[in-house]
């Protein structure tokens, strides 16, 4: 089935570093990637919509330019969190659609980020 | 604007007791529900999805339009049931994401 690989599963910097997560599809192109953010027993909150050769949507509320999009091909997307706070510290998750088949979601692992 | 209510934080059942995890949403159009489940230090994976009218582990969801409810049942409730569970809902109009319930998480005690 389809698989998406997040990299790294944990990361922790000091604060004002960027930090970059990776989201890659393995066996399959997705065209569409969607980013989340999860804070601790709280449900999944939608960032962003990265589309593949084209800049990402950003929902209401979320810095574009704190929180870069990269959708260079159809199996990487790229989450940079630009200067990064003690705020800024969760779990980022991402989830692709593939090209090929229904309107179905594959989630990566998860990315925790916690800045110093 | 697309909203997705899970009213029930936890839920604790015993082994072998009926389970229903409630889930109403709000769309004007024709929404695709899921349900998602996230084991113990697992990922977010799909349970099921209301087109496929399937039985997914025990688990059923019947798509109610009237009282807009996607509500997820089993008649007997396992141990290994134990987990977060997200309704989820996507609009009909093209490359829309998910938006997610806040999630319940169900206890099953033996």
């Known amino acids: 089935g389809a698989v998406v690989s997040q990299h790294p599963s944990r990361v922790i910097c000091k604060s004002g570093t960027s930090v970059k997560i990776e989201c890659r599809s393995l066996?399959?192109?997705?065209?569409?990637m969607f980013w989340y953010r999860q804070f601790p027993k709280q449900s999944l909150m939608l960032m962003a919509t990265?589309?593949?050769?084209?800049?990402?949507?950003?929902e209401q509320g979320v810095e574009k330019d704190k929180f870069l999009i990269n959708h260079a091909s159809l199996t990487l997307s790229t989450l940079t969190v630009t200067s990064a706070h003690p705020e800024d510290s969760s779990f980022y998750i991402c989830?692709?659609?593939?090209?090929?088949?229904?309107?179905?979601?594959?989630f990566g692992a998860g990315s925790r980020l916690t800045v110093l | 604007a697309q909203r997705v209510t899970q009213p029930e934080k936890l839920l604790s059942v015993f082994k072998g007791a009926p389970v229903e995890l409630k889930c109403n949403y709000s769309y004007s159009g024709s929404p695709e529900l899921f349900w998602y489940v996230q084991y113990s230090r697992q990922r977010l994976q799909l349970l099921l999805r209301h087109i496929s009218r399937e039985s997914i582990k025990g688990f059923t969801a019947d798509l109610n339009k009237g009282e807009t409810s996607f509500h997820l049942k089993k008649p007997f409730a396992q141990e290994e049931d134990s987990a977060m569970y997200y309704c989820?809902?996507?609009?009909?109009?093209?490359?829309?994401?998910?938006?997610f319930g806040k999630g319940t998480r169900l206890s099953v005690i033996a």
């Open positions: 066996d399959f192109q997705a065209t569409t």
């Open positions: 989830s692709a659609r593939s090209t090929v088949g229904a309107n179905v979601l594959t």
């Open positions: 989820a809902l996507r609009g009909d109009s093209g490359n829309t994401p998910l938006v």
């Open positions: 990265s589309n593949e050769g084209s800049k990402a949507t950003y």
